[in-house]
């Protein structure tokens, strides 16, 4: 069975300063995607990052870098100069790939930036 | 601007009411999906469709029904609301081969 596990329920930061929010993941699937979503108070779901298992490289999008490693099953996000605007909810996911259906979800990190 | 619409935002209701969401893409995406969430909590799939006239029930027991008559739209319906089904309920949509889901803005359910 697919499990994310996400052991921080609540951070905080510094603005300004980067952050990194963990996340491990178990699946005796090869081939799978990791996933980070930022949740704000107003309760949309935005995607924010994707890695593939077999991707040799850390995704990076802006300012969200995702350090992944492998042989660890961790998939640690890191935002770097940390907005005020960066409040909120984050969820770890995966999903099996190609053709999985089901994307399963962490219990979730709440980030807080302090100014 | 949102590519994918839930209505309505906010929702209060008696225990026993058929209610039903809405949820419309105008992305094209084939599949989409609902998934309920408590307030701070991780969320479970309910409910997915991989296209047209294709639903599949997801992980998390629930009585809710859902159809896909046309590719954009996509509703969930609670025939008998309930307290216990008091919770945030959130729409996905993905193109096929895609990865990262769009979700719309969800509905908060409230039965009393």
């Known amino acids: 069975a697919q499990k994310i596990t996400q052991t921080q329920p609540g951070m905080f930061v510094q603005e300004k300063e980067a952050v990194t929010l963990d996340c491990t993941y178990d699946t005796s699937d090869q081939s799978y995607g990791l996933f980070w979503y930022k949740q704000p108070s107003s309760g949309e779901m935005i995607f924010l990052i994707y890695?593939?298992?077999?991707?040799?490289q850390n995704a990076t999008e802006g300012r969200y870098s995702l350090n992944f490693q492998k042989a660890r099953k961790s998939a640690n996000l890191v935002i770097s100069a940390s907005q005020l605007g960066d409040s909120a909810m984050y969820f770890c996911a995966m999903r099996v790939l190609p053709g999985g259906f089901k994307t399963i979800f962490g219990a979730g990190t709440r980030l807080f930036v302090k100014a | 601007e949102a590519d994918i619409y839930q209505t309505p935002r906010y929702l209060v209701i008696g225990t026993g009411k058929k209610i039903t969401l809405e949820c419309s893409q105008t992305?094209?995406?084939?599949?989409m999906y609902w998934y309920q969430q408590d307030p701070g909590m991780e969320l479970h799939l309910i409910h997915y469709s991989y296209g047209v006239n294709s639903t599949e029930k997801g992980d998390l027991s629930s009585e809710s029904t859902v159809s896909r008559i046309r590719t954009e739209h996509f509703p969930l319906t609670l025939e008998s609301a309930r307290p216990s089904h008091t919770s945030q309920y959130l729409c996905?949509?993905?193109?096929?081969?895609?990865?990262?889901?769009?979700f719309g803005s969800g509905t908060r359910l409230t039965v009393v």
């Open positions: 996905a949509s993905s193109e096929s081969g895609g990865y990262g889901y769009t």
């Open positions: 992305m094209g995406h084939d599949k």
């Open positions: 890695q593939g298992s077999y991707d040799e």
